[in-house]
Each structure stands twice: as C-alpha cells, then as structure tokens.
C-alpha cells in the first residue's frame, strides 16, 4: 500500500481553524486529486492539479485552498470558510488524467 | 459536465450467488470506465476497468459490461465471496474532462 500516504490519519480541530492535510507519493505521477467523501454520497472532487504550480478546481472547492509546489505533494488547506469540513478526504494522483487513479489511506477529519 | 448515476445503494446476496451492480452516465464523449472498492475504514482500489472501445471484459470473478448507446456500464461478481463485501463504486471519465465522475456508491454485502 506505498506510493501515495496521508498525514495524520485522523485530525481534530476547532470551529475557525484553518487546517492542512498533506499528500504525498513517490509514484512519479504527473496528476494529483482530492476529494471529499461523505456518507451516501460517493467522491467529490474538491481541486486537481494537472501538473506542478498548476492546479484546477473541482466540483466543490468553495473553502478549500491547494498548492502545488513539488511534483511529489499537494497538500489541501481547509479553510474557516468550509462551512461543514467535517468528512472523509482522500488524495489520489495518476499518471496522466485519463487512466487509473491511486488512492492514499485518507484522512479524517472531524471539526467542532 | 458528466453526472453518474449508481444503483443499487445497497444489495444482499447469499455467499455463492452473483452481484450486479448498474450505472448511467450522460456525457456521450465518456470513454473511460473504472469500478473502484472500497473496504471499510480503507482507500478505494481499482478492480476493473474498461474503455469505449469495447463492450466487456473480463478477470476471474468480476466482468464489466458497457452499452454506449444506451449510456450505461455494469459490474458483474460471481460466486460471491463474503470477502466481496464492500462498497463498490463506478466512475466515467470524458474526453474532455480531466477527472472522473462518480457515482454514489453501493454497499455490497455477502450473507456466509
């Protein structure tokens, strides 16, 4: 199960606080994801990024900021703005945007 | 932009019985279909996959299905295993985007 990890696996925050949750893997894909995973509701696709200091936003970004400074990592910022962060994220990249996408072990993050 | 329908939310079968699960996508330009599991509390994986250019394919236990013209793409498991028990998610990916959609998901459970 290497090749892309999450950090921490579980994280707990005060309402107000802005957090990050980092990404990172040694796959050498040019692509990398996230996404929000609530119950009942699949994957959401919160930004992805194409390729380094590129990056796209998805189907929910409003309160999530992302940066992609190294091909390696691309870490998600949850802002005071999110107004229900509490959920399920999953990062996963992919070689190119058209083939199989990889999956970390997610992070939880639960917000009160 | 692509939306993706899944069905059913929830299915039971007996140990050794077959599985079906069903999609719809509306994006006609769709061409790549991915089935992803997902084990309780970890990451999704890739069990099958197929492109537009064919109309099923096959390993071992599971097939997938694809109708173009009817817009929709199945997951077939065959005797079943309770080690199948999971939640099972479909996706559709366009030629014009550059992520995958998915669908809500469904949870498969096998009865010993």
């Known amino acids: 199960d290497g090749g892309i990890t999450q950090s921490p696996k579980y994280l707990f925050r005060k309402e107000g606080q802005n957090v990050t949750l980092s990404c990172e893997q040694n796959?050498?894909?040019?692509?990398m994801y996230w996404y929000r995973q609530d119950p009942g509701q699949g994957l959401r696709l919160i930004y992805y990024?194409?390729?380094?200091?590129?990056?796209q936003k998805g189907d929910i970004a409003e309160g999530y900021s992302v940066s992609r400074e190294k091909k390696e990592s691309f870490p998600l910022t949850v802002t005071s703005a999110q107004k229900n962060p509490t959920a399920f994220y999953l990062c996963?990249?992919?070689?190119?945007?058209?083939?199989?996408?990889?999956f970390g072990p997610g992070t939880r993050l639960t917000v009160t | 932009g692509e939306n993706v329908e899944q069905h059913p939310s929830t299915l039971s079968v007996q140990e050794g019985d077959s599985a079906v699960i069903k999609c719809t996508y509306s994006?006609?330009?769709?061409?790549?279909f991915p089935w992803y599991k997902q084990e309780l509390g970890k990451r999704p994986q890739l069990i099958i996959d197929?492109?537009?250019?064919?109309g099923e394919k096959k390993d071992q236990r599971i097939a997938v299905t694809l109708n173009k013209t009817a817009k929709h793409f199945s997951l077939h498991i065959t005797e079943t295993q309770p080690e199948d028990s999971a939640v099972y998610f479909c996706?559709?990916?366009?030629?014009?985007?550059?992520?995958?959609?998915f669908g809500t998901g469904t949870r498969l459970t096998v009865i010993p």
């Open positions: 996963a990249s992919s070689v190119g945007t058209s083939g199989e996408q990889y």
């Open positions: 796959l050498n894909h040019d692509a």
């Open positions: 990024s194409q390729i380094v200091n590129d990056f």
């Open positions: 994006d006609s330009a769709s061409n790549y």
């Open positions: 197929i492109r537009s250019n064919v």
């Open positions: 996706a559709a990916l366009s030629t014009g985007a550059n992520n995958l959609f």
